[in-house]
């Protein structure tokens, strides 16, 4: 064989040779392809599986699709329970309100209760004791009323005192706080009021009372009312110029009725009840 030929041939093994390793690299790169497609695979099958397993520490692991839905679960019942929750405080507190007005308001007449006077009292005391201005206590007392109930029954009754209401209001000014003592007797206070003014303001209540007429089914009731006036001294204690104004007012009641009685002003208590 020539030399030329030698060549040709050993060019030609080169090309086969060549040719077979192209042939090998695609091979393996097709090997590689099908290993990314498992690996793909793989892992989209893990993902819905929803295995997705944290180490936590050495005897713990987290399974975190576990944990998610339990968690979204509970922050659902911690959504409702918050919800439940508020509205039971916005009702508590609905109630609370009420029982505040119904402790502060007397049904009938619509008139502070006795223990919201009293209460509104001592403010005013204190306020007027750091001023230096006089405060005046009106107590008054329906006269005869038994009468009123026992003639018309205890729902006429109930209507007269709830007219007293409408007047005894309506016979004060704005800063006046008129209350209901307790059953048919009644009491004010009246911030910045000397003992002459509180008289005038108690007479004319006494006689626009004597004036008016409650309707009860057709017939008219008609009552009077007797008031004890007392100014405050500086540093009585608000029960004290109370008593002093009821004493002024069982007199009213005992000279006659239907009449406004003042009380006498005693000096201040010797123990002291200090104003602030
Ligand atoms: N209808 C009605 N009567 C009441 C109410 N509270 C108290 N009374 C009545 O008021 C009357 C008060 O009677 P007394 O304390 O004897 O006094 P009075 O008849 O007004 O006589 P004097 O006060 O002495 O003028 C009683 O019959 C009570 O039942 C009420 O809310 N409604």
Do not use: C
């Not at 008289?199 to 006494?206: F, K, N, S, V």
């Amino acid at each position: 064989m020539s030399s030329d030929a030698d060549e040709e041939f050993s060019l030609y093994a080169h090309e086969q040779a060549v040719i077979r390793r192209a042939e090998e690299m695609l091979e393996q790169l097709d090997e590689v392809a099908a290993g990314v497609r498992q690996l793909a695979r793989a892992y989209q099958d893990g993902y819905h599986e929803s295995r997705r397993m944290v180490r936590i520490s050495d005897r713990m692991q987290l399974d975190l699709h576990d944990a998610n839905r339990t968690l979204s679960l509970q922050t659902r019942e911690l959504n409702a329970l918050n919800a439940a929750l508020l509205k039971e405080i916005e009702r508590r507190e609905q109630l609370e309100q009420e029982l505040r007005r119904i402790a502060s308001v007397d049904e009938l007449t619509g008139l502070h209760t006795r223990r919201h006077l009293l209460e509104l009292g001592e403010h005013e005391l204190k306020r007027m004791g750091r001023h230096g201005r006089g405060l005046s206590v009106l107590l008054l007392d329906l006269d005869h009323f038994k009468r009123v109930n026992d003639a018309h029954g205890h729902a006429a009754g109930d209507r007269v005192l709830e007219h007293f209401g409408t007047l005894f209001r309506s016979a004060l000014r704005e800063d006046d706080i008129p209350g209901r003592f307790g059953g048919e007797e009644f009491m004010a206070v009246l911030p910045e009021t000397a003992l002459a003014a509180a008289t005038e303001i108690a007479e004319r209540l006494r006689g626009r009372v004597a004036d008016a007429e409650t309707a009860w089914k057709g017939e008219p009731l008609r009552v009077t009312i007797s008031i004890g006036v007392a100014e405050a001294v500086p540093g009585e204690a608000l029960e004290r110029v109370i008593a002093r104004a009821d004493h002024a007012l069982y007199v009213a009641k005992r000279n006659g009725r239907n009449r406004v009685e003042q009380a006498a002003t005693e000096p201040p208590p010797a123990t002291g009840q200090e104003s602030p």
